[in-house]
Each structure stands twice: as structure tokens, then as C-alpha cells.
């Protein structure tokens, strides 16, 4: 959280004094050694303002989720964090993300509102995923009963249609298999066709449903638990 102070440029001489939180994303696939930020005569350093959600959401995936190819400040996960004014752990894994028993028990021992689980990508072909993915779901469910669970479908269905439709129907049924277990609080998102992540965040004795839509605003209501 800074203090802004500046005057002439755009503002045409106008000085003006602004608290304004700023978030420095580090590089995702380099080394940091030192860490420098320029500040005008003047400005100050406070702590940030809170999260309005700061229990986080907890995304897990391949380098879709992690951001491989883009900017750190560009993964999904980042821009609902910014959108939704939540805290969040991105444990995204370009290439290796493969629902390991190991990263399984971890997870699930993390405190957290929200867990969205992108995992398809890193399966290294649809047996493994049918073995692993609801596994996955079951051993998070045995620590983590009420907290809402995303299930998402790979977003580039189209390189390969016919095997990523087969893909799909295995996460399909790792949601089918948990609401006839009697989980309300699952959730599946088509990668093929979604426009929209959903995000349900507990406040209290109340629940926020946070949709996000492209990149049209946000739109919420909130609900008694």
C-alpha cells in the first residue's frame, strides 16, 4: 500500500495524495535476487489492505493455471484474485501436474474457500486420468466435506476433439459420482464450452456466488448458508 504523491504530467500540474494498493508479481520461470521499487519524493509505505475474501482460493493444474506462455500477472487465477478481491495459491505445475498421492494429502490439508481443480492437461493419457481423478476428489473430501470443489474440463478441446471428449467424460463422471454421493458442493465447468467461473466465497454465516463471465463484470448475490 503506497502513498502516491506527484505533480505535472497528465494531471497538468495538479498535485494530488492517493493511498493505492499495488500488487509486484515476481517472474514464474526465472531467479530473483534483489528486489527494487522507484518511489516519488514523498510517497510512503504502508501495509496493504486487507482481501476482501482472505481465506484463499486454492487453484491446482497444469500451466494453464500456472501461466507458462503469459505474463505472471495474466493466469486466470491471478485475474479472478484482482476481479473477486480474494486471496489465492496458485499450485499450477506446467507439465506436472499428474495428482500425485503426495500433492493429493496436501492439498487437502490446506485452509482454504474455494478449491478449483483444473486438472486434465498433465495426465499423460485417460487411463491415469480415471485413476487419479476422483481419487483425488475422495481423499480431499475425507478432510475438506463442505467446501465447494470446481471440477474443469481442458479448455483447448478442439486440438483433438475425439480424445478430449473421452477426457471430458471422465471428469464428468468424477462429478456425477459425487452428487449421487449426496456433495452439494461440487461443481463442473465444460472447458468446450464455458464462459463463465464460478466461485462460491463464505462470509460468516453467508454464502457469495461470484460469477465471472469473459470479461464482462462481475456479477454477485449472496445467500443464506
Sequence with gaps: RILLTAS??????????????????????????????????????ESPSAYTHEKPVVFYGSSIVHGGGSRPSSPYSSVLSRRLDTEFIN????????????????????????????YDHNAPNIEHLQESHFAFYETFRKRQPYIPYI???????????????????????????????????????????ARQMVLLLRSGSATTRLVVIGSSPLSTHSTEA
Design 151 to 193: 471440477m474443469i474440463s481442458r479448455p483447448t478441446f478442439f486440438v483433438n476433439p475425439e480424445v478430449n471428449a473421452k477426457r471430458r467424460q471422465v471428469i464428468y463422471e468424477s462429478y456425477r459420482k459425487a452428487l449421487e454421493l449426496g456433495d452439494q458442493r461440487v461443481f463442473f465447468i465444460d472447458g468446450e464450452t
Design 91 to 118: 499450485l499450477g505445475f506446467g507439465g506436472g501436474a499428474k495428482a500425485e498421492k503426495a500433492i493429493m494429502e496436501y492439498i487437502a490439508g490446506l485452509d482454504m474457500s474455494v478449491f478449483v481443480y483444473d
Design 8 to 45: 505535472g504530467g497528465p494531471f497538468r500540474g495538479r498535485s494530488y495524495d492517493e493511498m493505492k494498493d499495488v500488487i509486484i508479481y515476481f517472474p514464474l520461470n526465472a531467479s530473483l535476487s534483489e528486489v527494487y521499487v522507484g518511489l516519488r519524493e514523498g510517497s510512503k509505505l
